[in-house]
Each structure stands twice: as C-alpha cells, then as structure tokens.
Nanobody, 118 residues
Framework: VQLVESGGGLVQPGGSLRLSCAAS????????MRWVRQAPGKGLEWVST???????????RYADSVKGRFTISRDNAKNTVYLQMNNLRAEDTAVYYC?????????RGKGTLVTVSS
C-alpha cells in the first residue's frame, strides 16, 4: 500500500487549496478513504471520509470544524482522493495525511503541509 499526498503550501486566510492523494497497492474503488491532519503540537484529527460506492454509496462525511468549507472527492479511475479546502483559517494549519484501512491495518502517507498565514 502506498499513499502519496500533494498540493500543500502557504496560503492566506480565506484562500483555497486542493490536496491530492495518489493511492496504489490495494483495491482503491472498494474502500473508504480518509483525510486526517495534525496541527503543530497536537494529535491527529479526523477531517473527512469518503465511502466507496459499494459501501456507503460514495457519500462524504466531515468534521464539524471543516463542514461547509472542505469537500472530499475521489476518482476511482485515477486511484486518487482529493480534498478541496476553501475559506481557509489559521487553525487549519497542519500536516494533512490521507489514510486507508486495508487487510486489518491502517496506512497513512507522509503528508503534505498546509500553512495558513498572512
């Protein structure tokens, strides 16, 4: 299993970023995918999940802190999951990871850093 995140960077408050996670080594279309984040000095925080079409009909779920601002999506043809982040706030500053549970284990990529600052 390999997960590779990209798309992070420095953005001003109110700005937008789109994160991508390229996945390989498992049956991507059959499983749910998650985004989690870790702010400086804090623990991991769940951000969003998108279910597979098989289980959950491809529906999304969001943490209250990002609801209405972030949108998760997936492209099963490209084995990629996305996180569109709008109206970013300073408190969104974190390393963002994509995550999957497969064969009894949880896998996480190396992450991409998002810094929201003026």
């Amino acid at each position: 299993v390999q997960l590779v995140e990209s798309g992070g960077g420095l953005v001003q408050p109110g700005g937008s970023l789109r994160l991508s996670c390229a996945a390989s080594g498992f049956a991507f279309s059959t499983v749910g995918m998650r985004w989690v984040r870790q702010a400086p000095g804090k623990g991991l925080e769940w951000v969003s999940t998108i279910f597979s079409m098989i289980i959950g009909g491809g529906s999304p779920r969001y943490a209250d802190s990002v609801k209405g601002r972030f949108t998760i999506s997936r492209d099963n043809a490209k084995n990629t999951v996305y996180l569109q982040m709008n109206n970013l706030r300073a408190e969104d500053t974190a390393v963002y990871y994509c995550e999957v549970s497969w064969s009894g284990r949880t896998y996480r990529g190396k992450g991409t850093l998002v810094t929201v600052s003026s």
